[in-house]
């Protein structure tokens, strides 16, 4: 399998995933939430992997930052996530990999930033009790 095609279906199920996460937040099941997130970011850093493979001496892999806009709402956060995701996913059919990578390195970027928020939430609720 060529690394497109491992970086295509990772993604694929990232969406899944993340679609499942969305269902969950729905539905308020915090821990399927979470669980969902998980796998999100785990194929994420898959993704970003693979990715890493394929530019092994690109400069601007390193030195590139990005500064998304992060919403404090983690379902607009999500959509968002699935918007970078789709993009990839386009950006990889159409060989623009370097493109997907930042779409994939944002949408990594925005799951971290919904885990650290459950984080937090869950810290709080334990310190409630």
Excluded at 5 to 28: Q, V, W
Excluded at 86 to 102: P, Q, S
């Amino acid at each position: 399998m060529k690394i497109n095609e491992k970086i295509s279906k990772a993604l694929k199920s990232a969406t899944t995933h993340l679609e499942n996460s969305m269902l969950a937040l729905n539905k308020k099941d915090e821990n399927l939430f979470a669980d969902s997130l998980w796998h999100v970011a785990a194929e994420l850093e898959y993704i970003l992997f693979l990715f890493s493979i394929t530019f092994p001496n690109e400069s601007d892999l390193s030195r590139w930052k990005p500064n998304p806009e992060l919403k404090s709402e983690n379902g607009s956060m999500l959509v968002d996530v699935g918007n970078l995701l789709n993009e990839a996913e386009r950006f990889v059919v159409n060989e623009r990999l370097l493109d997907a990578y930042k779409s994939a390195y944002i949408a990594r970027h925005c799951i971290l930033k919904v885990q650290e928020d459950l984080a937090k939430k869950k810290r709080l609720m334990l310190k409630k009790k």
